[in-house]
């Protein structure tokens, strides 16, 4: 089966602590792993993507095969960072994503 | 360029009845993809059309459909709306690609209410 597990619903932290968001999924080839992130009031866009193993605002992610995991990480939450967070999977035919994990960073 | 656009932004509707929405891509893609988007299941794929001929389908009923014009926009109907087809549906582009690995560009969502 092809899937996307974001287990949390929910992320709060404090400005300045580090942040994680995990991903696990569920995929028998070789997966292909995005990030996508919807700020208050504007679309879906993406924000990073395993394959380029770039960061982007401070975000990056590993795709870890052994876990089957793809959490995202930024080691000091900015409040800007507030946000609706989706991982999604490139499965055989579609676009797969998670449920999605919204990020709260107080001041 | 102009982003996706979609129209309407927003629609009532009542139970029994159909509608249709839009999708205007980026100039210059010719894949447009669409998703229903609820709080409960998250982000659906509903189908994907690429140069008028829909590649892919996601797992929804048949009064789920949709076209693709030669220009690259895209229409989605549904008919016999039913209570839980409430939801944001969300268009997104891309430059073509099948199973590559192109940036999805969404658009703004419709948001579908029925009643």
């Known amino acids: 089966a092809q899937r996307v597990t974001q287990p949390e619903k929910l992320l709060s932290v404090f400005k300045g602590a580090p942040v994680e968001l995990k991903c696990n999924y569920s995929?028998?080839?070789?997966?292909?792993l995005f990030w996508y992130v919807q700020y208050s009031r504007q679309r879906l866009q993406l924000l990073l993507r395993?394959?380029s193993r770039e960061s982007i605002k401070g975000f990056t992610a590993d795709l870890n095969k052994g876990e089957t995991s793809f959490h995202l990480k930024k080691p000091f939450a900015q409040e800007e960072d507030s946000a609706m967070y989706y991982c999604?999977?490139?499965?055989?035919?579609?676009?797969?994503f998670g449920t999605g994990t919204r990020l709260q960073v107080f001041p | 360029k102009a982003g996706v656009t979609q129209t309407p932004r927003y629609l009532i509707k009542t139970r029994g009845q159909q509608v249709t929405l839009s999708c205007s891509p980026i100039?210059?893609?010719?894949?447009v993809s669409w998703y229903q988007q609820t709080p409960g299941q998250g982000l659906q794929f509903l189908f994907e059309?690429?140069?008028?001929?829909?590649?892919n389908k996601g797992n929804f009923p048949g009064r789920f459909s949709g076209r693709q014009f030669s220009n690259s926009r895209s229409e989605m109907n549904v008919s016999t709306l039913e209570l839980g087809d409430s939801a944001l549906y969300l268009c997104?582009?891309?430059?073509?690609?099948?199973?590559?690995?192109?940036?999805?560009?969404f658009g703004p969502g419709t948001r579908l209410t029925v009643l």
């Open positions: 997104a582009s891309s430059l073509s690609d099948y199973l590559g690995t192109d940036t999805q560009y």
């Open positions: 995929y028998s080839g070789s997966p292909e």
């Open positions: 395993h394959i």
């Open positions: 999604a999977l490139r499965g055989t035919d579609k676009l797969i």
């Open positions: 100039s210059g893609h010719r894949s």
């Open positions: 059309y690429f140069s008028e001929t829909q590649r």
